[in-house]
């Protein structure tokens, strides 16, 4: 399957295709501090995303890299320190631009049909009937699921939900998609395909923010690297400087294979 190129929107003004035209981005984490269970599960991070580069997140267990993704995406509030996309700071959890969205490791699915999944994500971000259902067929078409569209959504294999949940995110059309771990229980042949849509999203134009434990997807998506540790960004490169040449101990250890403490 080869997917189709998408045409990424923003947020308003809207043009006459029903698009947005005002970017969301750079996104800027400010000091971020994020506690639970009497721990700082992350501890004063700074990071800037601009628009273009594929942003592939590395780190052992535990680093937090899970955690920095659902900072961004606006799922959790901060313990202290800022989220401000285009310089201006989120009020709290759930209040983020609306042009952007997030795929989980594990797909969070309707009691609905393929098709209606997709709709109901579309209805929710207010997009009209015809229009609504012109992006779902191109969703489930660009994503190779044109034939389940009636197919009861959990009924699916693991891969294929999956796709749906990156057809759902296609068929919104954001501007930056955050995607955690969304390959890590999929076969090689489901991992390629997600790949495959994931490049086609990226060459449209939306921008990529990645988590993965696996080092050659990272190497085969990444144009730069993020490197976590214990909550805090330890290193930050483009791709291929990383891989060759880390400059920090702690990404010297993980990409040897030592467990790092």
Do not use: Y
């Amino acid at each position: 399957m080869t997917p189709r190129p998408v045409t990424p929107g923003d947020e308003a003004p809207r043009t006459s295709e029903g698009r947005f035209d005002v970017p969301i981005l750079p996104l800027e984490l400010r000091d971020l501090c994020f506690e639970a269970g009497g721990r700082r599960l992350i501890d004063g991070l700074s990071l800037r995303i601009e628009a273009g580069p594929r942003t592939i997140v590395l780190g052992p267990n535990g680093a937090g890299k899970s955690l920095l993704l659902r900072l961004a995406h606006g799922l959790l509030r901060p313990s202290a320190g800022a989220v401000l996309w285009r310089n201006r700071k989120v009020a709290g959890a759930g209040r983020g631009p609306r042009r952007q969205a997030m795929v989980f490791q594990k797909p969070v699915l309707l009691r609905r049909s393929v098709a209606a999944n997709l709709e109901h994500a579309l209805s929710l971000h207010r997009v009209a009937g015809a229009e609504r259902r012109r992006r779902c067929g191109e969703a489930l078409e660009a994503t190779g699921l044109s034939e389940r569209a009636a197919q009861p959504a959990r009924s699916l294999s693991g891969g294929e939900q999956q796709r749906l949940a990156l057809a759902r995110a296609w068929a919104l059309k954001p501007q930056v998609l955050f995607l955690d771990e969304p390959t890590s229980a999929l076969d090689p042949a489901a991992t390629r395909t997600v790949e495959e849509i994931v490049q086609a999203l990226h060459r449209a134009g939306t921008k990529i923010v990645m988590t993965t434990h696996d080092l050659g997807q990272a190497k085969r998506l990444a144009d730069e690297v993020v490197f976590l540790h214990r909550g805090r960004l330890v290193e930050r490169a483009p791709a291929n400087r990383f891989f060759r040449e880390p400059q920090t101990r702690e990404a010297q250890a993980f990409l040897a294979g030592d467990l790092l403490w």
